[in-house]
């Protein structure tokens, strides 16, 4: 019967919960998910938690508006950042005041991408602030956001030419790799 090996008590511990923040398209929830299962423990993209509840993004925005929508997503993310879990934010998540204050007491690793990168990831998306302006609005929008998220990392990875394997490999070696 073979051995079970034995856990490094030495390993760091992940500080839970952690969260991805950046802009559409940085790769958050792909991140998130294998970060998440990599170290056994629950992932909650706060996007499709809003889409559970609630009903598809972009007809939240079309019956109630951007305003609207971030009523909602402020309750969900509010919830899901008491949880121990990996946790991926909407790109727009951070503007609001309670979310920036919640996040300044949590593990927060920002993930950052190229234009050239996210054309490709966002072609023939659904994404509501896009609808109109495309790549141009998402750099609008990126150049807006940028100090918020920046002031809110503790670690900015790119993921623009980097494999899912590698960032979670990153994020790891920052924040422990054990529950």
Do not use: C
Not at 50 to 56: A, D, F, Q, V, Y
Not at 65 to 79: H, I, K, L, M, Y
Not at 100 to 116: I, K, P, S
């Amino acid at each position: 019967m073979p051995l079970r090996p034995v856990p490094d008590e030495s390993a760091p511990i992940l500080q839970l919960p952690l969260v991805l923040i950046g802009p559409m398209g940085a790769g958050k929830s792909r991140v998130g998910a294998r970060l998440a299962a990599s170290v056994g423990v629950p992932f909650i993209d706060t996007d499709t938690r809003i889409e559970e509840r609630h009903g598809p993004i972009d007809a939240i925005f079309a019956r109630d508006g951007e305003p609207g929508f971030r009523v909602v997503e402020r309750e969900v993310v509010a919830e899901a950042l008491t949880e121990q879990a990996i946790v991926s934010l909407g790109g727009g998540a951070v503007l609001h005041p309670d979310t920036q204050a919640d996040l300044a007491e949590l593990a927060v690793v920002r993930l950052v991408v190229t234009a050239e990168a996210v054309a490709v990831r966002l072609a023939g998306g659904n994404r509501p602030l896009l609808a109109e302006g495309g790549l141009t609005r998402w750099n609008e929008i990126q150049l807006e956001r940028e100090p918020v998220y920046a002031s809110l990392a503790d670690l900015e990875i790119d993921t623009s030419r980097r494999s899912v394997a590698r960032i979670v490999e990153q994020i790891t070696e920052r924040f422990g790799g054990t529950r």
